[in-house]
């Protein structure tokens, strides 16, 4: 099983940067996709950016568009999220999530298309 950890979140400033990491477990990260998803109180589960296996693709959503940088080390099993120029709207649960092995390059932007979550962790931007 694959595991996936989130970690970097806090209290920022609005226009502050934080940089969100996520630690995978098992030997197939590498071959999967992998995604940020975010998730306010009351509101659905919102895909943030997205990253195909090798790195090849990337997704954003209009929200966050040349604000923030979804990127991976395989080497290293982590997938980071760089948030700049953070807003209050920004404020969140980050989840952490990556499919099954795929050989496909495209990148799953829904949630039902992803097979491991991590924990959460929160980012809180203040005004």
């Known amino acids: 099983q694959v595991q996936l950890i989130e970690s970097g979140g806090g209290l920022v400033q609005a226009g502050d940067s934080v940089r969100l990491s996520c630690a995978a477990s098992?030997?197939?990260?590498?071959?999967?996709?992998a995604a940020w998803f975010r998730q306010a109180p009351g509101k659905e589960r919102e895909v943030v950016a997205a990253?195909?296996?090798?790195?090849?693709?990337?997704y954003y959503a209009d929200s966050v568009k040349g604000r923030f940088t979804i990127s991976r080390d395989n080497a290293k099993n982590m997938v980071y999220l760089q948030m700049n120029s953070l807003k209050p709207e920004d404020t969140a649960v980050y989840y952490c999530?990556?499919?099954?092995?795929?050989?496909?390059?495209?990148?799953?932007?829904?949630?039902?298309?992803?097979?491991?979550w991590g924990q959460g962790t929160q980012v809180t931007v203040s005004s």
């Open positions: 098992g030997r197939t990260f590498s071959s999967a996709a």
């Open positions: 990253i195909s296996r090798g790195g090849v693709s990337t």
């Open positions: 999530a990556c499919t099954t092995p795929t050989t496909s390059y495209r990148t799953p932007r829904s949630h039902s298309e992803y097979d491991y």
